[in-house]
């Protein structure tokens, strides 16, 4: 998954859901509720592997948050600034779910950093490609919420307890009007 982060931007977390506030510095969205205990009802996705999924979904919705502020500063299209918002409340959303499960949030203030090598790599193709041709960055709104999409339903497969089922289900549905978004813009 994609996490992101921006340099440009400060969000503050409400009720889990992220405002828009246009400071100079990236603050992660953190929400001021967790979410209650974790659900075990009919869930077959085993410890390691939830916590490793919420730890990548995290850092997954930074690199798209960090990817879409960049290139909402460096196109001033509304698409990407339409969707910073949505992005922050996924990472408050994610975050809410690992704080119920006890899951240390791996997210680097910084933004463009990942813990991830692979998000990292990810991150940097992204930047390089979408910085060519607003085209471009439009292209790589469509990979992004695709692999949003694709990440999601492969973790959903897994069943995972409600919970994270639930929140999983909302992301999926935030990637599919984002991509819907980018590929009216191609």
């Not at 209650?36 to 995290?58: E, F, G, P």
């Amino acid at each position: 998954m994609i996490n992101f982060s921006s340099s440009a931007l400060a969000l503050t977390a409400t009720l889990g859901l992220a405002t828009l506030t246009g400071c100079s510095a990236a603050v992660t969205p953190a929400p001021t509720t967790p979410v209650a205990s974790a659900s075990s009802t009919a869930n077959t996705t085993s410890t390691s592997s939830l916590k490793a999924n919420l730890t990548y979904l995290i850092e997954e919705e930074k690199l798209a948050f960090d990817v879409y502020t960049a290139l909402n500063e460096l196109w001033g299209a509304k698409a990407f600034g339409n969707i910073l918002q949505s992005e922050a409340s996924h990472q408050s959303q994610v975050l809410s779910i690992m704080t119920a499960y006890g899951v240390a949030d791996p997210r680097s203030a910084e933004a463009g950093v990942f813990v991830d090598p692979e998000l990292q790599k990810l991150y940097d193709s992204l930047m390089a490609q979408g910085t060519q041709s607003l085209t471009e960055a439009y292209k790589v709104g469509v990979l992004i919420e695709e692999t949003d999409i694709a990440d999601l339903q492969k973790m959903l497969a897994e069943n995972p307890p409600a919970d994270v089922a639930t929140m999983m289900n909302s992301l999926l549905s935030g990637s599919q009007n984002h991509l819907a978004a980018f590929s009216k813009k191609l």
